[in-house]
């Protein structure tokens, strides 16, 4: 009998599972957010829209990738890709690319590039230089959804790294300064429904090159960070109770 008193918890005082579990969520969704924040991987090149002797092609937030392995023209989609996403177009022309088959750049250096080349060759096509100033918009509405939501993503993760410390401080039974530990689930709350919406905005203010590209695995790890915040203050809700 007086093992089995021994063995139960006392009277009135919950089981602490509920709360790591909401914890381990929101560590996850850290991770997530992290990956998607920097991850090249927001708009990927499909596969019908690559063309022979071009490397796949996939943007961030503010970069962009393009991977010429495998490439039947290597050499000529390495240099290629080097010219266009180069900050200087016209000194890039006159050097020797790198090596590497993977190339960076910004998406802004991309769009202003594309334009200035394609203005090169529209002459006096006041129609081919309107599509042009057109699409050189369309390119850079990415580069503009991608600030915004890179903001909103770096406000998110605070949110989100400022709730696991109070559930753990909580979990603990441990208290912060002016008893901030009791904030946790409303900044899983605020840091998850942040996270969804930054990348709500991203979806509605991206472009998407007629089709030739898909959402990527960045954009889905933010959508499920999202989640997993979300989730984590229900969890510690119902620990509560």
Request: proline share 3%; glycine share 10%.
């Amino acid at each position: 009998m007086g093992m089995t008193s021994m063995a139960l918890a006392p009277p009135g005082e919950r089981k602490p599972i509920l709360a790591w579990a909401a914890i381990g969520c929101i560590t996850i969704a850290i991770m997530l957010a992290f990956i998607g924040q920097f991850g090249n991987s927001w708009l990927v090149q499909n596969d019908d829209s690559i063309e022979n002797g071009s490397g796949q092609v996939s943007l961030g937030l503010s970069d962009i990738k393009v991977d010429c392995t495998g490439v039947a023209q290597e050499q000529s989609c390495i240099q290629l890709a080097y010219v266009l996403l180069a900050e200087d177009m016209d000194e890039a022309a006159t050097e020797s690319p790198p090596s590497d088959p993977i190339v960076k750049g910004s998406i802004e250096n991309y769009c202003e590039n594309t334009y200035s080349l394609t203005i090169s060759f529209a002459g006096d096509n006041q129609e081919f230089r309107n599509q042009a100033g057109d699409d050189r918009e369309n390119c850079l509405s990415n580069d503009s959804a991608g600030g915004i939501t890179g903001i909103t993503m770096w406000i998110a993760m605070l949110g989100l790294l400022s709730s696991v410390i109070m559930l753990t401080v909580s979990s603990i039974g441990k208290e912060l300064p002016a008893n901030a530990q009791q904030y946790g689930r409303l900044s899983s709350f605020i840091g998850g429904g942040l996270a969804i919406l930054g990348a709500m905005i991203w979806l509605l203010m991206k472009y998407d090159f007629d089709g030739d590209f898909d959402n990527g695995s960045s954009f889905y790890f933010i959508i499920i960070a999202g989640i997993l915040a979300i989730v984590a203050g229900i969890l510690d809700t119902v620990d509560k109770r």
